[in-house]
């Protein structure tokens, strides 16, 4: 029996997207169960037994049935449509990324390129939800957003372009093919591979506008930032794409420098590596948020400009001398 | 867009026509029902007007209707953060009025919970104004839970021995109302070493940690001449170089039987007034220890008990008390016409005060400076309105 190639890639968009969204939903617990534990406290606990798993179904069900309110001044058209239009770059990055050999949607030759551009585009969601919804907290909020997105999304590529240097190729599985045994990963090429890691870090946690650099919703200062006008489904769609873009971008960390779904047993344990290490890079991102106090948006822009560009870029550079005196694969 | 809606949207592309934002009074870093109207051009603060009053409930016109037996109590509704020391002005007023005798034992029980208090409320001020800077989902929240964890061990025993846990009545006209119950002094012990330590675990995650250095290193500098200005008090005149501690300045309630220092910072800006609170922790722990080893036997009061709310009578006369609270002087002047109620009655509030120096430090700083700066002041609302 064959399946003509539409048919299948739209079954395997399908079955990818409901499992991020399962995923999504439950790396939320997974993330207030450990702020929890920092914080000494216990989490989501009462919602299902034992300890609260069934906490993200009745959240969303919540924002469900919640009303859906639009502010009388809002742009109506440019504020219904910001959740979609943040939503769908965020899910789309998921496309280039394969989960072990050959199970993926689709394992383009520019993988790394796709995602990178796919995920700058959510900064004209986040602009279109600050700008629509009238709100002067919600303006200041995406003009911070535009200055700080642009700002790490330099950095952010120039980080991930380092093992794209190692390795020469852009196609995810070519990256992680060039990964075999434990000293290949990445993140353990002398010196080059640290600083890029934590260069990747730092500007994912920007990108994600996480704490220290969550200057985008800094609820003590512009009560929720952007979203502060939206309700039910429509703040429930912007979690969700936000989540979403913080999953990818621990899974594309986990594949660009801890060697993806390489490890120790048979190959069908594969994919479950690769969620593992996502979720340590998540966990590590986790971490740093509920550890830091925010920082202010000059000096967000300055640590970018004055600090990481260069830094990065420094590090390409050097990662171009090492790779070609080694005549390809680095020294 | 319809033109009406237009409107509301001030800012232009040239980057410097206005905005005008309000802050407040409904705001999750107002600290109470704070209202301010910020001009904005970008996010550099350009002009603040701060609008109070939300919170006012006529305490001083309920002080004349109140006997003096009554109203302690709802004194601690001042500054309900810091309850015993508001009660404790309110009472000293009114003793040094009817020059009553307050025996040894209960003079070093009000400076055992005043000192116990000032911790609890310096627990607060920690976690709320690092929630303010560091956000309800990130760190900010990590150090106020922290912070809380170790301000409800100071409840608890406020709970043993008042039965109440933010509002105690503790102090009464002429003494305490009660005495320490059984093992109380062995837990409080216990108690105030737990948070020593603490405090130590806090300085090391804070200070080492260079996003709250630069958020707070330099922010809102208030100069030794602006503080002494506008009538600063507390950690604030002290964290800009002033050396003046009412607990010093003019010893009440056995003060001077102890041996403590009065923190100084010189820097004037929010992690000089945080270097100074985190110190004051240390002072109050102290003092704390000094007053359970010390604590003289007899009686708790100069009074016998009071069996009808107006037997106590105060002689024609006016009289004014102040003490230090931990945000700052908390003052109580009483006007007595020789009834069971005093005459007239006002109150100075340490963060009515404080409060005042917004306008001054605030424009030139950065929208989320605001809060940094806001949360440094350390205001409680039920005293800047009472």
């Known amino acids: 029996m064959s399946v003509p190639p539409a048919v299948s890639m739209f079954i395997a ?16 617990l997974l993330e207030r169960k450990f702020a929890a534990r920092m914080q000494s406290r216990i989490g989501p606990y009462y919602v299902g037994w034992p300890h609260g798993w069934l906490q993200p179904i009745a959240d969303a069900v ?5 009303e859906d309110i639009v502010p009388a001044p809002a742009d109506r058209a440019v504020y219904n449509l910001a959740p979609l239009v943040f939503l769908v770059p965020c899910m789309l990055v998921f496309a280039t990324i394969p989960f072990a050999p050959g199970l993926g949607v689709a394992d383009l030759n520019i993988g790394v390129l796709f995602f990178l551009a796919v995920s700058a585009l959510e900064i004209v969601g986040l602009f279109m939800g ?12 995406a003009m911070r957003a535009v200055n700080q997105i642009i700002s790490y999304d330099l950095p952010f590529i120039f980080a991930a372009l380092v093992p794209v240097l190692l390795t020469g190729s852009m196609q995810m599985s070519a990256i992680v093919g060039a990964q075999h045994g434990l000293a290949g990963w990445f993140v353990l090429y002398p010196v080059i591979g640290q600083l890029a890691f934590v260069a990747y870090l730092i500007a994912a946690l920007a990108a994600e506008n996480r704490v220290p650099f ?10 929720a930032g952007f979203r502060v006008e939206y309700s039910g489904m429509k703040f429930a769609l912007i979690q969700l794409g936000e989540y979403a873009h913080m999953l990818g971008t621990s899974f594309l960390g986990a594949l660009l420098f801890l060697g993806g779904w ?7 344990l594969g994919p479950i590596w690769f969620l593992l290490k996502a979720v340590f890079v998540f966990l590590i991102l986790t971490w740093v948020r509920w550890s830091f106090v925010r920082i202010r948006v000059d000096q967000i822009l300055a640590i970018s400009w004055k600090l990481l560009l260069p830094a990065t870029v420094v590090l390409l550079l050097a990662t171009g001398f090492v790779v070609a005196a080694g005549g390809g694969r680095g020294l | 867009m319809d033109p009406e809606a237009r409107k509301v949207v001030e800012i232009g592309y ?13 705001h999750p870093s107002a600290h109470g029902v704070f209202r301010a109207l910020l001009v904005l051009e970008g996010e550099t603060v350009v002009a603040v007007d701060a609008v109070i009053g939300y919170l006012h409930r006529c305490h001083e016109k309920l002080g004349e209707t109140l006997t003096y037996v009554q109203y302690p109590s709802i004194a601690s509704k001042t500054d309900y953060v810091a309850a015993m020391t508001s009660e404790l002005a309110y009472v000293s007023a009114v003793e040094k009025v009817g020059k009553f005798e307050v025996p040894k034992r209960a003079q070093y029980l009000r400076v055992l919970v005043a000192e116990l208090q000032r911790v609890a409320s310096h627990c607060l001020w920690l976690g709320t104004w690092c929630l303010d800077m560091g956000g309800a989902l990130g760190g900010g929240a990590t150090v106020f839970l922290y912070c809380m964890r170790e301000r409800e061990a100071i409840l608890d025993l406020f709970e043993a021995l008042t039965g109440a846990r933010l509002l105690y009545g503790f102090h009464q006209i002429g003494g305490t109302r009660y005495d320490l119950p059984a093992g109380w002094a062995e837990k409080a012990r216990r108690t105030v070493d737990v948070i020593e330590q603490r405090i130590g675990e806090y300085e090391a995650m804070l200070e080492d940690n260079a996003f709250f250095l630069i958020r707070t290193q330099g922010v809102g500098v208030v100069s030794r001449e602006l503080a002494e200005d506008v009538g600063l008090s ?15 300045a003019e010893p009440y309630s056995s003060y001077g039987d ?24 240390r002072e109050s722990i102290k003092i704390v220890r000094q007053a359970l080893d010390g604590l003289p036997e007899g009686a708790i009061s100069s009074r016998p008990g009071v069996k009808s709310v107006g037997q106590v009578r105060v002689p024609k006369g006016e009289g004014y008390a102040r003490v230090e609270g931990a945000r700052g002087e908390v003052g109580c002047y009483v006007i007595s016409d020789g009834g069971p109620k005093p005459y007239r009655m006002k109150w100075r509030g340490a963060s009515f005060s404080n409060l005042a120096i917004l306008p001054h430090i605030i424009p030139g700083h950065k929208v989320a400076d605001v809060v940094a700066i806001m949360g440094s002041v350390d205001p409680v609302f039920g005293e800047v309105d009472r």
Do not use: H
């Not at chain 1, 919540?62 to 919640?66: S, T, Y």
């Not at chain 2, 507390?234 to 010093?248: A, K, M, N, Q, T």
């Open chain 1, 13 to 28: 968009a399908f079955i990818l997207l409901n499992a991020i969204v399962g995923v999504v939903t439950y790396i939320t």
């Open chain 1, 62 to 66: 919540k924002l469900m049935i919640k």
């Open chain 1, 130 to 141: 600050g700008w629509g919804s009238n709100n002067k907290y919600a303006l200041l909020s």
């Open chain 1, 214 to 223: 969550d200057i985008l919703e800094a609820e003590s200062e512009l009560i």
């Open chain 1, 262 to 268: 390489l490890g120790p047993g048979p190959a069908w």
């Open chain 2, 14 to 26: 040239g980057g410097n026509e206005r905005l005008i934002m309000n802050m407040g009074p409904q």
């Open chain 2, 234 to 248: 507390g950690p604030l005149i002290r964290g800009s170089g002033v050396e003046y501690d009412v607990r010093r």
């Open chain 2, 258 to 281: 102890f041996d403590f220092k009065v923190p100084v910072e010189t820097a004037g800006d929010c992690y000089a007034r945080y270097r100074v609170r985190m110190q004051e922790f």
